[in-house]
């Protein structure tokens, strides 16, 4: 693989982590402000932080890599659009967990190619997704309390 494609996968994956930030951040903050989801809105606020404070850490690298972001509005309104929609909190996180592994992959394959590996983002990007898997796998299991426990102690101790 040469430079070129080397630096366009990055930024290209990079992008795409940063703008899947900020729209984790707005779906999960939407869905925290719906009344038929009161009993989950710890959780979702939970989620929405673990998102912005992951999009926070990325904006860095994005800026270093010189990638244009915009004002990351069509991301945020797709994320807010989305929450807005109604559902059961059991098939939100059927299709959480369901949709997480692609977004790890990508994350993993990014860490793969950046020019710092180690970099404290890249490394906070995979465990927070790592996290909210876990955290679905909880919820499907019926652990509730465990679960939102689990983001807790994830934004705890994640740098």
Known sequence: MNDTTTTRNY???????????????????????????????EALQLLATIEDRTAAGLRPLVDAAGIDVGDGEEARRSGRELGALGGSWDGFVKALFDALPPFL???????????????????????????????????????????????????????
């Open 11 to 41: 930024d290209d994956l990079l992008l795409e982590a940063y703008n899947g930030e900020l729209f984790g951040n707005a779906i999960f903050s939407a869905m925290a402000s719906r009344d038929e989801w009161h009993d989950h809105r």
């Open 105 to 159: 992959a990508n994350f993993a394959r990014l860490r793969e190619v950046a020019p710092d590996p180690h970099h404290p983002a890249i490394a906070a990007l995979v465990a927070h997704e790592q996290t909210i898997s876990a955290f679905a796998q909880l919820e499907m299991g019926g652990f509730h309390d465990v679960s939102t426990a689990l983001l807790s102690r994830y934004l705890e101790t994640a740098q």
